[in-house]
């Protein structure tokens, strides 16, 4: 008989704040959905959000307001496993942790995208990312006895070091939609540079701009695309006058899969300087249009990135260096042809489906260490 299984996760799909994470969950839990698994997730609400819905096959329950829904959460995780309505809970590990393991009288899969560590300061208040980092320090006792799915190497050793099981942590890979038409690797492509996901400050996509500002001199007509929305795009939209890039800088905001697609194709490349991610989606999507990326040399990113083969990774914050190796692409035709060759054939590796199966035996693990 399939499991029926819980999803702890702060935001689903709908939720205008909704990032790679939720992606990852949907596409995994969509497909299990579509094989019979009775899945619920327990979400936060927000504004013009209802308080049930279904999205891809899963029954979504939002329980309030950001404020209550924590303390709601861990109230009917409580009760209902109690209640014998789930058989095992899956807990997103990429926000503030749940302590599921406390409450839960089923077993509990931890999904572990990334752990913020240092980096929560760099994106909230001093007061907030000093309680994440806290919250962190109690994972390796709390989830000891947890099976553990990570989406990258970077995140499997994160939890190494701090202490959890590595016999009890997997890898499984993020898939990824393939474009609807195969991009042409074979032909040159106009000196665009594109950046694609949410606009945050960790996200770092000031040194992209600061970046093209070295280059201006040889390249003064190359396009920016920045393509994704978020809280940051104010601060940038004023860097990019301040640099004097505002006539060829493009925010499109939030597009769909072949806008997005569409854009990448015809990128020369794509620019990830983020400090840290959990693997490197929009790496590997830009890879399946042939675009090869440079990004930071941080965890998740050095996974998702294939030094000198699909792209180049760059020290953190390293304008010179992003320069320098943007600048690379954009001067050498043969270079750039010779990179997106090989980012699309790295891209064809991640499959949805296969992390679908991954998860499916991790839900079985994981009721069978409880028994």
């Given at each position: 008989?399939?499991?029926?299984?819980?999803?702890l996760?702060?935001?689903?799909?709908?939720?205008?704040k909704?990032?790679?994470?939720?992606t990852?969950?949907?596409e995994?839990?969509?497909?299990?959905?579509?094989?019979?698994?009775?899945i619920?997730?327990?979400?936060?609400?927000?504004?013009?959000?209802?308080?049930?819905?279904?999205?891809?096959?899963?029954r979504?329950?939002?329980?309030?307001?950001l404020?209550l829904?924590y303390?709601r959460?861990?109230?009917?995780?409580?009760r209902?496993?109690r209640r014998?309505?789930?058989?095992?809970?899956?807990?997103c590990?990429?926000?503030?942790?749940?302590y599921?393991?406390?409450i839960?009288?089923?077993?509990?899969?931890?999904l572990?995208h990334?752990?913020?560590?240092?980096?929560?300061f760099?994106?909230?208040?001093?007061?907030?990312?000093s309680a994440?980092w806290?919250?962190?320090?109690?994972?390796?006792?709390?989830y000891?006895?947890?099976?553990?799915?990570?989406?990258?190497?970077s995140?499997?050793?994160?939890?190494e070091k701090?202490?959890?099981?590595?016999?009890?942590?997997?890898?499984?890979?993020?898939?990824?939609?393939?474009?609807?038409?195969?991009?042409?690797?074979?032909?040159?492509?106009?000196?665009r540079?594109?950046?694609?996901?949410?606009?945050?400050a960790?996200?770092?996509?000031?040194?992209?701009?600061r970046?093209m500002?070295k280059?201006?001199?040889r390249?003064p007509?190359?396009?920016i695309?920045?393509?994704?929305?978020?809280?940051?795009?104010?601060?940038?939209?004023?860097?990019?006058?301040?640099?004097?890039?505002?006539?060829?800088?493009?925010?499109?905001g939030?597009v769909?899969?072949?806008?997005?697609?569409?854009?990448?194709?015809?990128?020369?490349?794509?620019v990830c300087?983020?400090?840290?991610e959990?693997?490197?989606?929009?790496v590997i999507?830009a890879?399946?249009?042939?675009?090869?990326?440079?990004?930071?040399d941080?965890d998740?990113?050095?996974?998702?990135?294939?030094?000198?083969e699909?792209?180049?990774?760059?020290?953190?914050?390293?304008?010179?260096g992003?320069?320098?190796?943007?600048?690379r692409?954009?001067?050498d035709e043969?270079?750039?042809?010779?990179?997106?060759?090989?980012?699309?054939?790295?891209?064809r590796?991640?499959d949805?489906d296969?992390?679908?199966d991954?998860?499916?035996?991790?839900?079985?693990?994981?009721?069978?260490?409880?028994?």
């Amino acid at each position: 008989m399939l499991p029926r299984v819980l999803i702890l996760n702060e935001r689903d799909p709908h939720h205008p704040k909704a990032g790679g994470a939720e992606t990852h969950v949907y596409e995994i839990f969509g497909r299990l959905a579509a094989r019979g698994f009775e899945i619920t997730h327990w979400a936060a609400g927000f504004e013009g959000g209802g308080h049930q819905d279904w999205v891809s096959g899963v029954r979504v329950e939002r329980l309030g307001p950001l404020a209550l829904y924590y303390p709601r959460v861990l109230h009917h995780t409580f009760r209902e496993t109690r209640r014998d309505r789930f058989d095992v809970v899956v807990e997103c590990l990429n926000k503030v942790p749940y302590y599921a393991p406390l409450i839960s009288a089923r077993p509990v899969l931890a999904l572990c995208h990334h752990l913020f560590g240092e980096v929560a300061f760099q994106q909230v208040s001093v007061p907030i990312a000093s309680a994440v980092w806290a919250s962190e320090r109690l994972i390796p006792s709390i989830y000891r006895s947890c099976e553990f799915l990570a989406i990258s190497e970077s995140t499997a050793r994160d939890l190494e070091k701090r202490g959890l099981d590595p016999h009890r942590i997997r890898v499984s890979h993020p898939g990824i939609d393939r474009p609807n038409k195969e991009p042409d690797v074979t032909m040159p492509r106009p000196r665009r540079v594109s950046y694609v996901g949410r606009l945050e400050a960790y996200k770092k996509i000031d040194i992209l701009l600061r970046a093209m500002k070295k280059l201006e001199s040889r390249w003064p007509d190359a396009e920016i695309f920045i393509v994704g929305r978020g809280p940051a795009r104010s601060s940038l939209e004023d860097l990019a006058r301040q640099l004097g890039l505002s006539d060829r800088i493009h925010f499109t905001g939030f597009v769909t899969n072949a806008e997005r697609d569409e854009i990448l194709s015809s990128s020369r490349v794509c620019v990830c300087p983020s400090e840290k991610e959990g693997w490197g989606l929009t790496v590997i999507e830009a890879n399946a249009t042939g675009t090869p990326v440079v990004a930071t040399d941080a965890d998740g990113l050095r996974d998702s990135v294939r030094d000198g083969e699909t792209g180049f990774l760059v020290q953190d914050e390293d304008v010179e260096g992003f320069a320098q190796s943007i600048g690379r692409l954009l001067d050498d035709e043969a270079l750039a042809r010779r990179m997106s060759q090989a980012a699309l054939k790295w891209s064809r590796h991640f499959d949805w489906d296969q992390s679908a199966d991954d998860m499916a035996q991790a839900l079985e693990r994981a009721q069978g260490a409880a028994r």
